[in-house]
């Protein structure tokens, strides 16, 4: 695998979803714990910064984050879902990645995404048992 630093334009989407629908209490290690906007995209950048500098044997100094709102309107869940899957690929090469409070954040952030994504809501929850009728969509899997 490979990974590289995502912008910081990049963890500021993500944190902007985040932060400012109110999903910034974090479940992690058995307690739920409250993050400024800034704490999650510092945990965030860190996980990044320690994946790259893990995968290629470097020590590249993390810099300072801070949160700068990145949206002119209405934050895209898809976008959020791609940044964040994006995200987990660059920064998940350290071993204890799995563990993390980063990746914690990354599965509330594409939770919380798929939740916003267009006619979502609308879906079955529990589908029901096959019927004539569905013999022709069953083809098409």
């Not at 869940?77 to 204890?96: L, N």
Request: with cysteine; proline share 4%; aromatic share 12%.
């Amino acid at each position: 695998m490979s990974a590289f630093i995502v912008s910081k334009r990049h963890i500021d989407y993500l944190v902007t979803f985040v932060a400012t629908r109110g999903y910034t209490n974090i479940y992690h290690n058995g307690e739920h714990k409250e993050y400024t906007a800034t704490e999650i995209g510092t945990i965030l950048t860190e996980a990044n910064y320690k994946s790259v500098n893990h995968r290629y044997s470097e020590d590249v100094d993390t810099p300072t984050y801070t949160h700068r709102v990145c949206a002119n309107g209405p934050i895209n869940a898809a976008q959020v879902i791609k940044a964040a899957r994006c995200f987990e690929y660059q920064s998940c090469e350290y071993p204890e990645y799995k563990e993390s409070l980063a990746k914690a954040i990354i599965e509330k952030i594409i939770s919380m995404a798929i939740d916003k994504l267009p006619g979502y809501s609308d879906l079955e929850w529990d589908l029901p048992e096959w019927t004539a009728d569905d013999n022709q969509v069953r083809r098409l899997f």
